[in-house]
């Protein structure tokens, strides 16, 4: 079945930094993939997605390119704040697995003044 | 993007009891979910809440224990039955797109006792 697997966190950079964080994926058939976000205290948001290979999404400065090549989406940005503070969680849906989301294990990130 | 909500935002239940959690969206939705977060987990799909039909549960999880109604396309209702410690979690709804995005409730925090 699908599966998706990231980095294990969690990830504590300082201000500014260039931020990576590898998601890979399994799957069957031709999934969309995205990244989601969760605050503290907060819901999931939909940060950013991908519907077919060499796509590049991108919003409030991170983005991640679908690499079916390597059937990875990894998640960068190139300075980060503090306010990015939070829990990233890659996804996949489609293929076999039709709309469900099949999700990554979360990865924790902290940014340091 | 769907405006979603949950009822409640969290309880605290005595073991054997049962909750149920109100999921309502703001607009008309085909596909309405309904996923698990145990704590420092990820997000584990227990069912898809299907209008006019019984919902389709996913592995590990039954309608006994889970049983879900879904009587419009704007609201949903997920019962945690027979409660134990094990069903502390965050039960979150989401809806999705017509552009194969899914969006999420606020969650519901339950704690068994």
């Known amino acids: 079945g699908n599966s998706v697997t990231q980095m294990e966190g969690p990830v504590t950079l300082s201000e500014e930094a260039f931020l990576t964080i590898n998601c890979t994926y399994t799957a069957t058939g031709y999934p969309s993939l995205f990244w989601y976000v969760q605050y503290p205290g907060e819901g999931l948001q939909l940060l950013l997605k991908?519907?077919?290979?060499?796509d590049k999404g991108s919003n409030k400065g991170f983005e991640a390119t679908y690499r079916k090549e390597t059937t990875s989406f990894h998640l960068e940005k190139g300075s980060v704040q503090v306010s990015d503070s939070a829990v990233y969680f890659c996804a996949l849906s489609g293929g076999q697995g039709a709309q469900k989301l099949v999700f990554g294990q979360g990865t924790r990130l902290t940014i340091n003044p | 993007s769907a405006v979603i909500s949950q009822k409640p935002s969290r309880d605290i239940c005595q073991r054997g009891t049962s909750l149920t959690i109100q999921c309502q969206v703001d607009?008309?939705?085909?596909?309405m979910f309904w996923y698990r977060q145990q704590p420092g987990q990820s997000l584990t799909l227990i069912a898809t809440a299907n209008q006019g039909s019984e919902a389709t549960y996913e592995s590990g999880f039954v309608i006994d224990k889970f049983p879900i109604s879904r009587p419009n396309l704007t609201f949903s209702t997920l019962t945690v039955s027979n409660m134990s410690p094990e069903d502390s979690s965050i039960y979150l709804c989401?809806?999705?797109?017509?552009?194969?995005?899914?969006?999420f409730g606020p969650g519901t925090r339950l704690t068994v006792l």
């Open positions: 991908a519907t077919k290979a060499d």
């Open positions: 607009s008309q939705v085909t596909m």
């Open positions: 989401s809806v999705d797109s017509i552009y194969n995005e899914q969006f």
